[in-house]
């Protein structure tokens, strides 16, 4: 297998309406009309919130910026439906929290920056690489990547 | 207090990687259980089983399939699954049948026969399930344990050190149970020499997968009296609360947290809840606690839950840990049965495994390994979807 972003293949959310695929990505979520509530993935039928009981939802872009609540790596190849290059290249992950929305969301980080590179508390941003490759397209997801102090 | 029941036997069949089917197991802790007990299977009227969800349509009626195993014998049977709490909540209903005044004894029971590896979610191109999502974007059990220990180390100042001894202490008190499936002391050297699976936890953090069974039984008090078995352990609480919104710290297999943006809502920690229910349950405070039996997925968890036991302040057990105070003699020793590190997870039969333990120790039965005028004890685990448990067993 090639590796990703080696070829003219098209890309592709690797789910659908979960990110913006512009130059600045935003996740996309939704936010509770009646008592403020944000929802990452989407909610849209019914609100967690036990005192709401709103079913009225609007679709927003969050934050994509945020500060890592903490950290860590992936060292072995997940099991499906994770799809792996080859040879696994181990990839970290970071818990990132979003101050607006109070929640945290996870994601891998970029390539390239280790464990050793991040620290609880660092200021991250969302960008977007591929996760992995098809027959038709080239599969993008979100990802941390740190900002420059 | 009114809401007490017996334990009048416990069973256990030894953990491992046996490959047989978890019915054996069930049935072999079964069978342990009622003889511990001296309670003729014949007069068990309630059989509630944890559900196993990788043995086919057997494990998720497994109630009934260790029933029929044992023999027909007209008793009600249940089954209940909660993940790792699956155990918990089939005591949990045990309880309710006996409290209700329905049936004197019931055994309860849970066995597993896992797979090889990371768990793994269903199959297809599933969006709308948060588990398939997560391993999709290559987040595994690990990563999430290693999430929480990662915080230790850069808010507390936990070290690789600390998370290594947890699995030191653990294993040395796992050598002397005959029924733990690792049974080597492991040094600090050992911890340092395995794998990196989840920076910073290592293959020796990170609890394995294991095939086993656990059985109570447990009765009214007037059913124990009767049998002379008055004084035999009782559990005083069962908790199975789930989070309260909003829940600020990310759990399997969730992507993101709640939010805790809306007026009036609070973030709140999920572990730290289900004991406090179980103290008020038994009416009792962690000063009181002999020993717990507390869900170390990693050695770094192991920390978290002293924690939320409030068995010390936040951010201060690896404190309790490097004083000894959490070893076999020390001041509030905790998995003196050797602990995930030394078990693995058989997830139906674990929940039921730490009640046993306690059981054990409670009765003065546990051998090498036995704390000292043991007279409480409690238990916590937690799995998927907001499922944990907490129980409180005193004599």
Not at chain 1, 1 to 16: H, R, T, V, W, Y
Not at chain 2, 40 to 59: I, L, N
Not at chain 2, 188 to 201: G, N, R, T
Not at chain 2, 287 to 292: H, P, Q, R, T, V
């Amino acid at each position: 297998m090639s590796g990703p972003g080696s070829n003219d293949k098209p890309l592709a959310p690797a789910i659908d309406g979960w990110h913006t695929m512009s130059a600045k990505p935003c996740l996309i979520g939704t936010q509770c009309d009646q008592c403020g509530s944000y929802f990452f993935p989407k909610q849209t039928h019914y609100c967690k919130n036990p005192e709401c009981e709103s079913t009225d939802f609007t679709e927003v872009e969050l934050s994509r910026t945020g500060h890592i609540w903490s950290y860590t790596n992936a060292g072995y190849k997940p099991p499906a439906p994770f799809v792996a290059a080859d040879p696994f290249e181990p990839f970290a992950i970071a818990a990132v929290q979003l101050e607006k929305e109070q929640m945290v969301v996870l994601g891998q980080v970029v390539q390239g920056v280790s464990v050793e590179d991040l620290k609880v508390g660092m200021p991250v941003e969302l960008v977007l690489e591929p996760l992995h490759e098809t027959d038709e397209d080239i599969k993008m997801t979100w990802k941390w990547k740190p900002t420059p102090l | 207090m009114s809401n007490e029941i017996a334990i009048l036997g416990a069973g256990m069949h030894p953990w491992g990687k046996w490959g047989h089917n978890f019915v054996q197991y069930g049935v072999a802790a079964a069978r342990e259980a009622l003889a511990d007990a001296g309670v003729p299977w014949q007069d068990v009227k309630f059989v509630s089983g944890g559900a196993t969800m990788r043995c086919g349509y057997p494990g998720y009626v497994a109630g009934a399939t260790i029933a029929q195993a044992l023999g027909w014998q007209g008793a009600e049977v249940n089954t209940s699954y909660a993940a790792c709490a699956s155990g918990s909540q089939a005591l949990a209903a045990a309880r309710n049948k006996i409290l209700a005044g329905e049936c004197d004894v019931a055994l309860v029971v849970g066995a597993d026969t896992t797979p090889k590896g990371f768990l793994a979610p269903a199959g297809g191109y599933r969006p709308e399930d948060p588990d398939w999502v997560r391993f999709y974007l290559g987040i595994t059990n690990p990563t999430y344990f290693a999430l929480y220990a990662r915080r230790r180390m850069d808010v507390y100042g936990d070290t690789l050190e600390d998370f290594a001894a947890v699995k030191v202490k653990n294993s040395l008190v796992g050598s002397k149970n005959p029924r733990a499936r690792y049974r080597k002391c492991f040094t600090a050297e050992d911890v340092a020499a395995s794998a990196m699976v989840a920076d910073p936890l290592r293959l020796m953090d990170i609890c394995a997968t294991s095939d086993g069974g656990a059985a109570l039984i447990v009765s009214s008090l007037e059913y124990a009296r009767k049998l002379g078995k008055g004084d035999a352990p009782r559990i005083s609480a069962i908790s199975t609360v789930t989070p309260t919104y909003a829940s600020s710290v990310v759990e399997m297999p969730d992507i993101a947290t709640d939010s805790a943006a809306a007026d009036g809502v609070e973030a709140q920690a999920y572990r730290a809840s289900l004991p406090v229910k179980a103290y008020e349950e038994a009416g009792i405070g962690p000063e009181d606690i002999s020993l717990a039996e507390v869900y170390d997925l990693s050695t770094a968890l192991e920390l978290d839950w002293i924690e939320d036991l409030q068995l010390a302040p936040r951010g201060e057990a690896a404190a309790l840990l490097r004083a000894g105070d959490t070893a076999l003699g020390g001041k509030i020793p905790v998995n003196v049965s050797g602990g995930l590190a030394c078990f693995g997870e058989a997830v139906p039969a674990q929940a039921l495994a730490q009640v046993c333990e306690l059981t054990w120790q409670l009765r003065g039965q546990a051998g090498d390994r036995q704390v000292e005028g043991a007279k409480v004890g409690i238990t916590a685990n937690q799995g998927l979807f907001g499922h944990g448990s907490s129980v409180i067993v005193t004599r």
